[in-house]
């Protein structure tokens, strides 16, 4: 689902401005949980017990849609994501240190494995670095970091539907008031737009609010350490939606930098063992 949203970010970037095409992802996210939640029981049930993480994690969610969104303009798909997956390696950090979940050394040597392997995207230096550019996907990625930890929080406390409608509410009021106060006009935008960019706008922000749904819905029923290797996979579907949309394939240094941070990602999974892979 994010491999899918990023893609068509990327390909609309080029003639609707980022800042809208933003705030046109969360309002599909509001309007569809909003929807959702009336179905199951109205609006009185609109309640959050910890109101200060829901807007801690708004306010994580719009800075790593931010940096994502203009990320993915500036770099190759594939290798924006992998820069993207130093955000399961982070977790998987924080959550030994905030949330005290058992990490054993070997899973620290695969974590080690995938920073080496982002290294080798990256390449600060020479012919293949990504520039200035690769800051944003690093910077969204501990974003996603952080969110991922406030969401585990907030799960044991609120409903997923409920978390994720007051998010979305939250970035996408925030957005309207930037929106306002710049001379970017949403109106007259979305109505110059053509067929072919309404249809992508709605299959953008079907990706996105689906893909959200199942990561809330996921860290309700397993540790974070053992779910953040599985992100590892968004960098298949990144690289093969790169080749076929945009005619881009990485590099030497890129795809070895992708095999060892794979590496890392399915050593983790292993290290997990069978009973905790069982109870996803």
């Known amino acids: 689902m994010f491999a899918g949203s990023d893609a068509t970010i990327k ?11 933003l705030w046109v992802r969360y309002m599909f996210q ?5 929807g959702w939640h009336l179905l199951r029981g109205g609006p009185r049930k609109i309640r959050s017990r910890v109101p200060a993480l829901q807007c801690l994690r708004g306010a994580l969610l719009l800075l790593n849609s931010a940096a994502s969104f203009y990320g993915v303009q500036r770099l190759p798909l594939a290798e924006f994501t ?12 924080l959550s030994a240190l905030v949330l005290k979940e058992s ?3 070997a899973r620290w040597a695969m974590v080690a494995l995938g920073v080496v392997g982002m290294l080798a995207v990256v ?9 200035w ?8 990625a501990l ?5 991922q930890l406030v969401t585990r929080r907030i799960a044991s406390a609120d409903d997923l539907i409920v978390t994720n409608f007051l998010s979305a509410l939250l970035v996408t009021s925030v957005l309207g008031v930037v929106l306002w106060a710049l001379p970017l006009d949403i109106a007259p935008t979305l109505r110059l737009a053509s067929g072919k960019q309404w249809a992508l706008l709605l299959l953008m922000g079907t990706f996105a609010t689906t893909g959200h749904v199942c990561m809330a819905g ?9 779910l953040m290797p599985f992100a590892y996979a968004q960098i298949v579907f990144a690289t093969a939606i790169g080749w076929l949309l945009f005619a881009h394939a990485p590099d030497l240094w890129a795809v070895a930098g992708i095999c060892l941070i794979g590496l890392g990602g399915i050593g983790t999974v292993w290290l997990n063992g069978r009973p905790a892979i069982g109870r996803l």
Do not use: D, E, K, N
């Open 133 to 140: 550019g690769a800051l944003l996907p690093i910077s969204s």
């Open 103 to 105: 990490v054993s050394p």
């Open 30 to 34: 509001t309007a569809t949980m909003a």
């Open 143 to 147: 974003c996603y970091a952080a969110f």
């Open 218 to 226: 996921a860290v309700r029923v397993a540790p974070l350490s053992v």
């Open 82 to 93: 992998a820069l993207m997956l130093l955000a399961p390696v982070a977790t998987t950090v």
């Open 123 to 131: 390449r600060p230096t020479g012919a293949g670095a990504l520039g």
């Open 11 to 21: 390909y609309l970037g080029g003639s609707i401005p980022v800042l809208i095409l």
